[in-house]
């Protein structure tokens, strides 16, 4: 066999593989409950019907930054956050990032006592069936999305978060 | 630029050849015949080119003790992994992250991290499968090519030197050729014949069985590779209610969503007293299970369903769902996993005045839906304050919610009378209606409705049938390798003298049978066992 050749077939078998086992493993650390939204992805439309009865429909948001957070009022870490988001997002309301606080699976009358103690402002729409919650793949919550102007995802967390953190990423999101 | 070698039998042989191709003549100084046999004597190309940084990675997979380490690594990973319960063995709802370290401490940190938790899905485990793939195939191909090579050419006529290192070797004087031939064809060799040598070699193709094999290795982890593709492999849990719609996780395509009703659940028991079980029951205790099962409709929607709107739905088929039967559409299957019993559902209270007794009313609450407030009519309404569908007392002895499950819900109700404009609160639980010790009125319990919930898996597997191939071919190499053996017989006339050598990669009693029946039956001097120091 020539060397050239040589060099050639090991290098092609080698990028093969490479490829191969790194598409696999891109794949595994995206791969929660069948589908997943992450990063660079387009988030999925949804709609729901809110906390007082409005139908929200995150398309109607283009042209926005949303903040979608996922939570329930028995997660501690989400209790944390609410007051942060509630104070960030009368800041930020004005130039142009929308908050979605979709709450996952829990009665009208709970969620309206824990809305009104943390005096929240922004929708709260309810997932009851958990159709947008499997959707988006979320395992523990709370979960944060970051979605931009244009419906693209730019950031996905389950950390519980920091003020500043918020700030940060309302910063990320302004149109 | 590498010298290719050429024998004085007139053969080129690549560069590294330890015996020559066509006769076996040594062709280096201190080679030892009989341990060179392995692969031929052929150029282990790995070990001969090392330049650019491909062939030094070409050459470290293409040793077979980095294979063998790769092995061991995995085995001990995996063996590791199973100390502490995968990620899917964990209940749901809880995070995985604090779980681990919770239950069983720093150890269970640390084995989170490492990713052991989700052992096949962690990206160290994928990679060194991912290597081990590699080293097979580059370890196939740098021996399995020389050993074909060296196998193809091989002459009838055999070197001096090749003839005399075998294991198996005898010197003769009277010798009929055409008897040996005849004999040798009766034990089913294959016999070439070149200027009075004899060349007799039967199951050749056996020495292939060892790349068959790795061959169908490498397909069996490409088809675990491609359950990580997109749409080729899908396995999922879906609990649904009794009476309520679930939509099926994976099932999303553009032409619409699958959703699936539970009509019923159903778990039957084994009758003790029936005579056919009687015996065979009589030594357990409690109740042993017969049959579970959930009776369901698949529904499908319409084209451009959009996530979490209320679905229109159009039926596609009912069915029935056993353990091992399960519900099959499209390329899916649903089996029947798991299931939940009685899970509390609606709650009826009455209004009572604690003096005398009287009822005022009765209202229930849907504990997945329930309402702000119950009018009663005539003035008496009750209004829900707070409800905690499993409660607990918090560590700051607050009542809470463990989650969102009404496993043991409570309630913070404000009852409202003619007499009592303002209200009156109290707290009520299961087992548990507490108030200031003053109020005229109370919720009192009027019975409770359950509902049961199934679990299924849903699955999709793509990959199934390439796995199953990949071990069909890896069992035909190992077959192939095992219960077959390569061996050779060469006859040669030197100088008056007729030499006799025999070779076989394993199985040498199989092939001492052989040349014993054949000095037996002609004058070939009997073939002796070489002594062999380095066994």
């Known amino acids: 066999m020539l060397k050239k050749n040589r060099l050639w077939f090991r290098s092609a078998l080698l990028a093969i593989l490479v490829v191969a086992v790194g598409y696999t493993i891109y794949n595994s650390m995206n791969e929660e409950s069948g589908t997943y939204i992450s990063k660079g992805d387009t988030a999925p439309n949804f709609v729901l019907t809110d906390l007082n009865g409005k139908q929200v429909e995150l398309e109607d948001y283009r042209g926005k930054g949303v903040f979608l957070n996922f939570w329930g009022t028995w997660c501690k870490p989400c209790e944390r956050e609410m007051p942060y988001m509630q104070r960030q997002y009368e800041k930020y309301k004005e130039q142009g990032v929308e908050i979605l606080a979709v709450n996952v699976s829990e009665t009208n009358v709970s969620v309206k006592n824990f809305a009104d103690r943390y005096r929240m402002s922004f929708p709260i729409p309810m997932d009851k069936q958990r159709e947008v919650t499997k959707a988006f793949g979320i395992g523990p919550i709370p979960t944060t999305i970051l979605i931009d102007k244009n419906g693209k995802v730019v950031e996905r967390t389950s950390e519980s978060l920091s003020e500043k953190k918020i700030i940060s990423f309302m910063e990320k999101i302004k149109p | 630029m590498m010298q290719k070698i ?152 055999r070197h001096d ?66 359950r990580f593709f997109p749409g080729m492999y899908v396995d999922d849990i879906l609990w649904v209610r009794e009476g309520e719609k679930a939509s099926i996780p994976g099932t999303s395509t553009e032409d619409g969503q699958y959703y699936l009703e539970n009509n019923d659940f ?191 898996t849903v699955r999709k597997d793509h990959t199934l049938w390439i796995i199953a191939l990949g071990g069909i071919i890896f069992m035909i190499g190992v077959t192939q390798g095992l219960y077959w053996n390569y061996r050779r017989i060469w006859i040669k006339q030197n100088a008056g003298e007729v030499w006799a050598a025999a070779h076989t990669n394993k199985n040498w009693y199989g092939l001492k049978k052989d040349v014993e029946f054949l000095s037996d039956k002609t004058n070939l001097t009997p073939l002796e066992e070489k002594e062999t120091a380095s066994k």
Not at chain 2, 170 to 195: A, F, G, P, Q
């Open chain 2, 161 to 226: 030197q090749f003839m005399k290192n075998q294991r198996l070797f005898s010197k003769s004087n009277d010798v009929e050729l055409d008897e040996i031939k005849y004999t040798l064809e009766s034990l089913r060799y294959k016999v070439r014949e070149e200027n009075g040598n004899l060349f007799a070699e039967k199951g050749r193709f056996s020495r292939w069985g060892a790349y068959v094999n790795h061959v169908g290795l490498i397909i069996f982890l490409t088809g675990a590779m491609l």
């Open chain 2, 6 to 157: 050429t024998c004085e039998c007139g053969h080129s042989n690549p560069y590294g050849t330890s015996l020559c191709q066509a006769c076996g003549k040594p062709l280096k100084q201190d080679v030892e015949v009989l341990s060179s046999m392995r692969y031929e004597g052929s150029a282990r190309r790995s070990q001969t080119y090392k330049q650019t940084f491909v062939d030094k990675t070409w050459n470290f997979f293409s040793s077979v003790k980095v294979g063998v380490w790769l092995i061991v690594i995995i085995l001990v990973a995996a063996a590791i992994g199973t100390i502490f319960p995968q990620e899917t063995f964990i209940p749901p709802n809880v995070d995985p992250a604090t779980h681990y370290e919770s239950e069983y401490g720093t150890f269970g940190l640390i084995y989170y991290l490492l990713g052991f938790h989700n052992l096949y899905g962690s990206w160290w485990f994928i990679l060194l499968l991912g290597m081990l793939g590699l080293s097979i195939i580059i370890a196939s191909l740098d021996r399995g090519i020389p050993l074909y090579k060296a196998l193809k050419t091989q002459r009838v006529t």
């Open chain 2, 266 to 456: 159903i778990l039957e028991m084994y009758d003790k007293e029936e005579k056919k079980f009687n015996s065979a029951l009589s030594s357990v205790d409690g109740e042993v299970a017969k049959n579970y099962q959930s009776n369901v409709t698949l529904y499908k929607t319409k084209e451009n369903h959009t996530i979490g709107a209320e679905p229109e739905l159009v039926k596609v088929k009912n069915g029935e769902i056993r353990v091992n039967e399960p519900f099959k559409f499209d390329s899916f299957a649903l089996y029947q996993t798991d299931f939940k019993l009685n899970e509390f559902y609606k709650m009826s209270f009455e209004l009572e005045e604690k003096a005398t007794g009287n009822k005022f009313g009765k209202l229930t609450v849907d504990l997945h839906d329930p309402k702000k407030e119950y009018d009663l009519g005539d003035g008496y309404k009750v209004k829900i304050e707070e409800y905690f569908p499993n409660f607990v007392l918090n560590d700051q002895n607050q009542p809470s919610t463990v989650n969102n499950l009404p496993d043991n819900p409570a309630f913070v109700f404000s009852m409202y009378s003619p007499k009592t404009p303002d209200g009156e609160k109290a707290f009520v639980g299961i087992q548990k209606n507490i108030d200031s010790g003053e109020n005229q009125f109370k919720m009192s319990f009027a019975g409770i409705e359950t509902k049961d919930l199934t679990a299924l």
